[in-house]
């Protein structure tokens, strides 16, 4: 068994449904609640069976948080080409719209909708999807335990990435490149120099708006 002081190595979980019955086990995760701009984006993934005999092709598994920029890219190709996979996207008016939680949890009934088959059970990352009527477990911290959640975490972490990445090109002012929307500094510094654009999340920033208007 592999060393339990190394984050994400562990397959007991999904051992323990493959043993009740499970073949297709899925892992739910997302990234991108806290940016003020860019989308919210989750994944879902299902480990191939081999992964339960051997994991060597997912060797340095964690929470995409742990992870380096490269070693993430790495890992997501390699997810993406032996793992079945299904992303899920909530754009910034749906999180206006709905509110961060709702738009998170949109994002990830879609990611699994996407999945090409349906699972048998989620392991979700501190959720209960109500959306699902089969099993489904809520584990706490998951991305930081659970292989199939870690998978999921670095998937929605690359994706959301690649997408701001791309806003960066259609609105050089703001930096989304190097902050990826998260609440920075310079972040703050362009949207008081710039104002909005409409990948913004004006629900999240309610204060600045009103500074502007006010300051106008």
Same mark, same amino acid.
Not at 31 to 50: E, H, M, N, Q, R
Not at 78 to 94: D, K, M, N, P, Q
Not at 135 to 157: C, L
């Given at each position: 068994?592999?060393?339990?002081?190394?984050?994400?190595?562990?397959?007991?979980?999904?051992? &323990?449904?493959?043993?009740?019955?499970? &073949?297709?086990?899925?892992?739910?995760?997302?990234?991108?609640?806290?940016?003020?701009?860019?989308?919210?984006?989750?994944?879902?993934?299902?480990?191939?069976?081999?992964?339960?005999?051997?994991?060597?092709?997912?060797? @340095?598994?964690?929470?995409?948080?742990?992870?380096?920029?490269? +070693?993430? &890219?790495?890992?997501?190709?390699?997810?993406?080409?032996?793992?079945?996979?299904?992303? @899920?996207?909530?754009?910034?008016?749906?999180?206006?719209?709905?509110?961060?939680?709702?738009?998170?949890?949109?994002?990830?009934?879609?990611?699994?909708?996407?999945?090409?088959?349906?699972?048998?059970?989620?392991?979700?990352?501190?959720?209960?999807?109500?959306?699902?009527?089969?099993?489904?477990?809520?584990?706490?911290?998951?991305?930081?335990?659970?292989?199939?959640?870690?998978?999921?975490?670095?998937?929605?972490?690359?994706? #959301?990435?690649?997408?701001?990445?791309?806003?960066?090109?259609?609105?050089?002012?703001?930096?989304?490149?190097?902050? +990826? @929307?998260?609440?920075? +500094?310079?972040?703050?510094?362009?949207?008081? &120099?710039? @104002?909005?654009?409409?990948?913004?999340?004006?629900?999240?920033?309610?204060?600045?708006?009103?500074? #502007?208007?006010?300051?106008?």
């Amino acid at each position: 068994m592999a060393n339990k002081s190394h984050a994400v190595v562990w397959l007991e979980k999904e051992l &323990e449904y493959r043993q009740r019955g499970a &073949e297709l086990i899925a892992g739910v995760d997302e990234a991108g609640c806290g940016p003020l701009a860019g989308p919210v984006v989750a994944a879902a993934v299902i480990l191939p069976a081999v992964s339960f005999t051997t994991s060597d092709f997912l060797t @340095g598994l964690q929470d995409s948080k742990k992870l380096s920029e490269k +070693k993430r &890219e790495l890992l997501f190709e390699v997810i993406t080409h032996r793992c079945l996979y299904g992303i @899920g996207i909530a754009s910034a008016a749906e999180i206006d719209a709905l509110n961060i939680r709702q738009a998170d949890y949109l994002a990830m009934q879609r990611a699994v909708m996407d999945l090409p088959f349906q699972p048998d059970v989620l392991l979700v990352d501190a959720w209960h999807l109500s959306f699902w009527s089969k099993k489904q477990e809520g584990i706490p911290q998951g991305d930081a335990k659970i292989r199939s959640i870690a998978a999921a975490s670095i998937v929605a972490k690359v994706t #959301r990435d690649r997408i701001l990445l791309a806003l960066d090109a259609l609105y050089p002012a703001y930096g989304f490149a190097q902050h +990826k @929307g998260y609440p920075t +500094k310079a972040h703050y510094a362009a949207i008081h &120099e710039y @104002g909005i654009c409409k990948e913004h999340r004006k629900s999240f920033l309610k204060s600045v708006l009103t500074e #502007r208007s006010e300051s106008s």
